[in-house]
C-alpha cells in the first residue's frame, strides 16, 4: 500500500520526467513548466492554506519536528 497508513497526512507531487535539469539548454522551456505549475498550486490550495490554523497543529509523541 501506497502512503503513509500510520499517520494522518497526505503528500502532493507533481513530477516531469521529460526534462533533464542538467541540461542547460532546455532550462527556458523547464522554468515555464515550473512557473505554470506553481501558479496553479498557488491558486488550487492558497486559500486553503490561508485557513490554516497552525495552532491546531499538535506533535505526536516522539515527534520533535515538522513532519515532512
Known sequence: ????????????????EEYNPKDEKSWLIQHKWFIQTL???D????????A????DW????????WPL
Open 1 to 16: 500500500m501506497d502512503g503513509i497508513t500510520w499517520k494522518k497526512g497526505s503528500r502532493i507531487a507533481l513530477y516531469n
Open 43 to 50: 491558486r488550487t490550495f492558497r486559500n486553503r492554506v490561508k
Open 52 to 55: 490554516l490554523n497552525s495552532g
Open 58 to 65: 499538535k506533535f505526536e509523541d516522539g515527534d520533535t519536528t
Open 39 to 41: 501558479e496553479s498550486f
